[in-house]
């Protein structure tokens, strides 16, 4: 049975889809996880984690319109790598919060719709006694 990705797993591999450089295939990320991971996860197992699926996508779309790297001087190179890692991760960022912000327009107009006002969409959680459960037994 394959192994479950963690919280970090996820966040590694995320990381490592913002640094690529060169083509990305699924196939490639697996190889190169499998290396930072310890254990090699599959395709389906990547695929179904929506956080590495969008990164996924989003650097291949960043891919087919960013331009190549240059060769520079190692201490450019550790700098221009650095700022690599940040635009992919700020490009993924910002899909994501676009995304985010489309589900927002869409559950406000779900709501008015139904005539949810939005003091009632602004109330607090209720507060949840845990130890409750525990005096009944």
């Excluded at 929506?50 to 650097?59: C, E, L, Q």
């Excluded at 960013?66 to 190692?74: E, F, I, T, V």
């Excluded at 450019?76 to 910002?94: F, S, T, V, W, Y």
């Excluded at 779900?110 to 006694?129: C, F, H, M, T, Y």
């Amino acid at each position: 049975m394959a192994r479950h990705l963690t919280e970090r797993d996820i966040k590694i591999l995320i990381d490592l889809i913002d640094t690529w450089s060169g083509k990305l295939t699924w196939e490639s990320l697996c190889d190169k996880g499998g290396d930072l991971l310890g254990f090699r996860p599959t395709r389906q197992t990547l695929n179904s984690h929506t956080p590495i699926k969008s990164a996924f996508s989003d650097k291949k779309t960043q891919q087919k319109t960013g331009l190549a790297s240059r060769k520079r001087p190692q201490s450019l190179a550790i700098a221009e790598q650095r700022i690599h890692k940040l635009e992919g991760e700020n490009a993924r960022l910002i899909a994501e919060n676009e995304r985010l912000i489309e589900r927002f327009v869409r559950w406000q107009y779900n709501a008015q719709k139904r005539g949810i006002s939005k003091a009632v969409l602004d109330e607090s959680l209720p507060v949840i006694d845990r130890d409750s459960s525990e005096r009944d037994r």
